[in-house]
């Protein structure tokens, strides 16, 4: 097999929102943080799919608490599939209660209480309690064992392939449970995506009452900077203060992920300037939609010889204040495909190219279906063969 390779030329787009190459007054003031306040900082717009701005991207470090994001993940998967019922209510056991009694960020459970699948859910999501994180693990999955193995199934379905879990709540564990700032992107863009009423609910909460208590979040944005909603900080001795974070203005959203901090003012200030620079230095333009046709592939063994492709949602483009917009882009596929081919199919991919940017990969998929060849079409296919 061979690649092939359409050319797609998008440089005669007129970009929304995009500046003239000349208006300096365009050009963002603002700054990422530093190396020295963020030793690994990475901003991707989910609108676009863009990595805007990364640091130490792939490198593996400590979560700490910022693991409780994907044990809310995984409940959320099971909530989606009804095998969790948020009013379900599990009893604390005796050996958990007495292996998380005064363990950090706790909701102080007792042996015996009975609590629901809500309310430890927003314990863990919301107040980061390490005994809230463990009661759910063990009720839902029926073992910390049986839960983390589910965790590290998710991360490897939602492509986290430089991550690893140990634990349902992220306390410290030798090293066993770590993590790496795009693979926190992907976890964060499956919550966001796959879950979304389920991600506002327990996401971005400032406090829960628990017992007459009003337990307040860690989260340094939340409430305080405009769109912040979530996600997951995460600090210990070990690792330092880290953040998962998520800003959405305007129907654009932005992932942060600040890690290694010294200090907890260090990982706000980090994070702020991360998250603003990212709205400041960057205009999103409207781009492409499930229904325009990117280009044709070549289609081997089929009721059609070609197939139209086009992306499977809708998709923004992030450009830089101050820069032109001029977009080319080039479809390439491993062909020709070989039929059937479902609609729907991701069978290609595009790469976007903007002046001065990393080039960008968008999936590419069959905007038809593709049956297997008759006895006519493959006579037909055959003779057509041979003038190509």
């Known amino acids: ?39 690994i900082a990475l901003l991707a717009d989910l609108s ?14 400590l979560p700490a608490s910022m693991t409780k994001a994907m044990t809310a993940l995984v409940a959320f998967d099971l909530i989606a599939s009804g ?102 992107v992907r976890l964060a863009r499956a919550l966001i995506q796959d879950h979304p009423e389920l991600y506002r609910r327990y996401f971005g909460q400032q406090a829960m009452l628990w017992h007459g208590a009003k337990l307040r979040s860690h989260d340094p944005l939340s409430g305080m900077l405009p769109g912040a909603d979530g996600i997951k900080t995460g600090h210990s001795f070990e690792a330092g203060f880290n953040f998962l974070g998520s800003v959405e203005r305007q129907g654009r959203r932005v992932v942060l992920v600040v890690a290694r901090a010294r200090t907890e003012p260090g990982r706000t200030s980090a994070a702020r300037k991360l998250a ?18 990117a280009g044709e592939a070549r289609v081997q063994g089929g009721n059609a010889r070609r197939v139209r492709l086009g992306v499977p949602r809708r998709y923004a483009l992030s450009i830089p204040r101050g820069g032109s917009g001029n977009v080319s882009a080039t479809i390439a596929y491993d062909g020709p495909l070989r039929a059937p081919l479902a609609k729907g199919q991701q069978v290609a991919q595009l790469t976007v190219r903007l002046a001065g940017q990393p080039d960008h990969v968008l999936p590419l998929v069959a905007l038809d279906d593709v049956g297997p060849a008759g006895p006519i079409d493959r006579i037909v296919n055959g003779l057509l063969g041979l003038l190509e």
């Open 1 to 39: 097999m061979k690649s092939l390779r359409n050319w797609l030329l998008l440089s005669a787009l007129a970009l929304p929102g995009a500046a003239p190459a000349h208006d300096q007054s365009a050009v963002a003031t603002s700054q990422p943080p530093s190396a020295a306040s963020a030793p």
């Open 48 to 61: 676009s799919g863009q990595i805007l701005f990364a640091r130490e991207a792939n490198q593996r470090f």
């Open 83 to 184: 095998k969790l019922i948020e009013t379900d209510r599990i009893i604390v056991r005796a050996e958990t209660a007495k292996r998380w009694s005064g363990k950090g960020t706790t909701l102080n459970l007792r042996a015996g209480e009975i609590i629901t699948v809500h309310d430890l859910l927003m314990g863990t999501t919301t107040v980061s309690a390490n005994d809230a994180a463990a009661v759910l693990a063990e009720g839902a999955a029926g073992s910390l064992n049986q839960w983390t193995a589910a965790m590290n199934a998710r991360a490897e379905t939602a492509g986290m392939t430089g991550s690893h879990f140990a634990s349902a709540n992220g306390f410290p564990d030798g090293g066993k449970t770590y993590v790496t700032a795009n693979d926190l």
């Open 276 to 293: 603003e620079w990212g709205f400041e230095a960057w205009n999103s333009a409207a781009f492409l939609d499930p229904g325009f046709v």
